[in-house]
């Protein structure tokens, strides 16, 4: 059942990840002793607070990163959003977010969790609940040119090392 294979690659992902700060630290054994409470918190029925996946999508030379002006939101965001009945893992459910919310098809994610986030929110719904977002890094193949969704408001490239005012995103630029 997909509940069960999506728990049990967020717990794999979030145990093998080795966190580079104390914060990181601190949130990951939080989300692992969510998830030992939540066997269905994959899923975004769960009102109380869920899993979901997010793409660091980055050019082939990782110059650029993909940014979407999310409409709920406001300001520009990663891609990624919930897990789905038909996603196997957690990463299924990543690289499907990134490839429907781009409309680039040969994305490649890099094994292995790039990081995790937490924030309130209401989602769709329609209730206060918490995200708990595990990330992946997502490379696009060279000349990516990608197709805004009906999920977005905008959908640009943005050179790494110059993000839009009030981006909220979780990018490391040491890769």
């Known amino acids: ?25 601190s949130l990951r054994e939080a989300i692992l002793a969510f998830l030992g409470s939540a066997p269905r918190g994959c899923l975004r029925e769960h009102a109380p607070g869920h899993i979901t996946a997010s793409a660091i999508v980055l050019s ?25 009945p038909d996603d196997k ?3 299924d459910a990543a690289l ?15 094994p ?3 990081g995790a986030q937490a924030h309130p929110i209401t989602c769709s719904l329609g209730v206060p609940t918490r ?9 696009a193949p060279p000349g990516a040119v990608p197709v805004r969704s ?10 790494v090392d110059g993000l839009p005012a009030g981006a909220d995103v979780r990018f490391r630029s040491e890769g």
């Not at 728990?7 to 630290?25: F, K, R």
């Not at 082939?60 to 789905?84: A, F, K, M």
């Not at 995200?131 to 997502?138: G, K, P, R, S």
Request: charged content about 25%; glycine content about 8%; aromatic content about 6%.
């Open 1 to 25: 059942m997909s509940a069960e294979s999506l728990h049990a690659s967020a717990t794999e992902l979030l145990t093998q990840w080795e966190p580079g700060t104390g914060a990181d630290h």
């Open 60 to 84: 082939h030379d990782r110059r650029d990163i993909l940014l979407t002006l999310h409409p709920r939101v406001g300001r520009w965001i990663q891609l990624g959003g919930h897990c789905e």
């Open 89 to 91: 893992t957690v990463q």
């Open 96 to 110: 499907r977010e990134a490839v429907e919310e781009s409309g680039i098809a040969d994305l490649i994610l890099t």
């Open 112 to 114: 292995g969790l790039y």
């Open 131 to 139: 995200h708990l977002d595990l990330l992946f890094e997502v490379v």
């Open 150 to 159: 009906s999920e977005s408001t905008d959908l640009r490239w943005w050179p």
